[in-house]
């Protein structure tokens, strides 16, 4: 079973800072595909930006490149949103998944891609 825990949510004022960690654990196979994606009240669930754990590449939804950064540690267990330049709009439960076994290779933001998810962690952007 594979298990997944998001933190780091919070409230920040607009232009502000957050990162959001994402710890996965579990039966985890190699080179998986990890992704964030953001849900706000009343609208779906969308990718935000997607990594390929075997090669580091990342894709991210337009609104938040040049904002937004993935990432994962050395080991491969831990992965990162650093979100900077923060709009009201960027206000969401943000969710992390994982495909938990190897993917297909490209760093998807469609969400059937992903098969286990977290709980998700609150994030608020005051004006």
């Known amino acids: 079973q594979v298990h997944v825990l998001e933190s780091g949510g919070g409230s920040v004022q607009a232009g502000g800072s957050l990162r959001l960690s994402c710890v996965v654990s579990?039966?985890?196979?190699?080179?998986?595909?990890m992704a964030w994606f953001r849900q706000a009240s009343g609208k779906k669930r969308e990718g935000v930006a997607a990594?390929?754990?075997?090669?580091?590449?990342?894709n991210y939804a337009d609104s938040v490149k040049g904002r937004f950064t993935i990432s994962q540690d050395n080991a491969k267990s831990t992965f990162y949103l650093q979100m900077n330049s923060l709009t009201p709009e960027d206000s969401a439960m943000y969710y992390c998944?994982?495909?938990?076994?190897?993917?297909?290779?490209?760093?998807?933001?469609?969400?059937?891609?992903?098969?286990?998810w977290g709980q998700g962690t609150q994030v608020n952007v005051s004006s």
């Open positions: 998944g994982t495909t938990g076994g190897r993917c297909g290779g490209f760093p998807s933001l469609v969400r059937a891609t992903y098969g286990y």
């Open positions: 579990g039966a985890t196979g190699t080179d998986p595909c």
């Open positions: 990594l390929v754990t075997l090669d580091g590449r990342t």
